[in-house]
């Protein structure tokens, strides 16, 4: 698979995972709106992400398979400790929080664990 495919599969598990925190169902809807793209959009990265056992679907619901769910924890925590990283070097919120949605697809286990590592030492 190549970055950008695995990048947009990664945006739409985080959708997912933060919509469902905030609500007790999610839609199709909800998650274009989240992403600002098109249903179709979706209904396409739906049926990719049902077919490789990250989502399933109960009625209209989107729901994450445990697999699914692990998967977008772990893009998510990627997210918050790159964020929380560029706000400790002072990085306005809004620059780190837009950085950390880019750099969490591309950064690197050994340079995430360092920045992980350095967040906690402080």
């Given amino acids: ?3 950008k495919h695995n ?5 739409y598990l985080e959708s997912v995972l933060n919509l469902g925190e905030e609500r007790s169902a999610v839609h199709r809807i909800d998650v274009a709106k ?19 056992g990250y989502i399933y679907e109960e009625g209209k619901h989107l729901h ?9 924890e ?9 964020r929380d990283f560029l ?3 002072g ?3 809004a620059c780190a929080e837009e950085d950390a949605c880019r750099m969490e ?3 690197s286990d050994e340079t995430f664990n360092a920045m992980k590592n350095k967040l906690r030492e402080n």
């Fill in 1 to 3: 698979m190549n970055a």
């Fill in 7 to 11: 990048q947009s599969e990664q945006d």
């Fill in 34 to 52: 989240r992403m600002g793209v098109s249903q179709a959009a979706v209904n396409k990265a739906v049926k990719l992400l049902v077919e490789k």
């Fill in 64 to 72: 994450l398979t445990p697999t699914g769910k692990r998967y977008a």
């Fill in 74 to 82: 772990a893009v998510y925590e990627k997210h918050c400790i790159l």
């Fill in 87 to 89: 706000t400790r070097l």
């Fill in 91 to 93: 990085v306005s919120a």
């Fill in 105 to 107: 697809h591309v950064v």
